[in-house]
């Protein structure tokens, strides 16, 4: 082939690459800004303050002021503070006898004339919006019509904060997958209570797949798993590259949360050695003779290669009565 051809295909390819990242960027932003936006407000309504809603709704008001939203003076926040704040200014809804579409609802949000996902999640972002909160608009609960308070009641008791549930169970209402990889024999201890989602998901977004980690997966799991991060004079390549590549974070049947038992997992990447064979010696020739044994397939798929290759996320020590210096891993 021609180089001046071949110049011109890697320029299409270069160029049908960027247009295709552009266009995956492009129509996210624009599904983002289509979401996250304000309720229209209602027409000719004004501020009455929280003691005319007293009126009708006593017990919400009531519980409502012993929250941190309760507490909030007029000055900290945009409009009014109380139950307008969120709800929008009231005096159309008191004039027409608590008519519910006079006023902004968090009920049965998404429905037909409530507010949407979107808009319940923009009168949040009026305040909240700055630590954990300023990557909302682009992570995966946002983009999936998921709102804050499908997780987080405001009226709610401040001893029991602000969550509807407790995790892992609040979390369990969206992701039943997750629940059941949490029964599986091999799992992260959430289960048991010494660990909940939010130790690694960042719920309310982050610049890598919702977990609290700005670089890398591995950066995330080494917080706990240091003795896995190195560096070592030799290294497993996808122990440098991803942990998930190996293992599923939350849950297996196999051990260790590895995603196939030994040695199913480690075949996927590494052909079989001397266990597939029987090696004898040539009489009067000095050679070897290598030849299939008839137990050979009992010992290649009985054996776990961390038998003895136990170093298998890396060591500094060179392997032993095994070729190839330290690569082997087996110490």
Not at 120 to 144: F, K, P, V, Y
Request: hydrophobic share 30%.
């Amino acid at each position: 082939m021609k180089r001046s051809t071949i110049q011109t295909l890697m320029m299409l390819a270069l160029i049908v690459s960027v247009a295709m990242v552009m266009g995956t960027c492009a129509s996210t932003k624009g599904k983002s800004k289509a979401m996250i936006k304000m309720p229209v407000a209602i027409k000719g309504a004004t501020y009455e303050g929280s003691d005319s809603c007293a009126d009708c709704h006593e017990d919400e008001v009531k519980s409502f002021r012993g929250t941190i939203h309760g507490r909030i003076a007029d000055y900290e926040v945009r409009g009014k503070a109380g139950c307008e704040s969120c709800h929008g200014p009231g005096s159309v809804h008191i004039e027409n006898d608590g008519d519910t579409s006079k006023i902004i609802r968090f009920t049965n949000v998404g429905d037909e004339g409530a507010i949407t996902p979107g808009e319940a999640s923009a009168i949040c972002l009026q305040c909240h919006t700055d630590d954990a909160t300023m990557d909302w608009r682009g992570n995966e609960h946002a983009l999936n019509d998921v709102t804050c308070v499908d997780c987080h009641k405001v009226h709610q008791d401040p001893a029991k904060g602000t969550l509807k549930m407790a995790e892992p169970e609040l979390c369990y209402q969206c992701h039943a997958d997750i629940r059941a990889k949490e029964s599986y024999p091999s799992h992260h201890p959430v289960r048991e209570g010494k660990m909940k989602c939010s130790d690694c998901h960042e719920n309310h977004g982050s610049s890598l797949h919702n977990l609290k980690t700005e670089e890398r997966i591995n950066d995330l799991c080494w917080k706990c798993h240091t003795d896995k991060q190195g560096p070592f004079t030799f290294e497993h390549a996808p122990v440098v590259e991803d942990c998930t590549i190996c293992h599923d974070p939350h849950g297996t049947v196999a051990d260790n949360l590895l995603k196939q038992n030994e040695p199913f997992l480690c075949l996927q990447c590494h052909h079989l050695h001397f266990h597939s064979v029987f090696t004898t010696k040539q009489p009067g020739t000095g050679l070897n003779k290598v030849s299939p044994e008839r137990h050979s397939v009992k010992m290649v798929m009985g054996t776990r290669c961390t038998q003895c290759h136990s170093q298998i996320h890396g060591s500094d020590l060179p392997s032993l009565s095994t070729p190839g210096q330290g690569k082997s891993l087996t110490r």
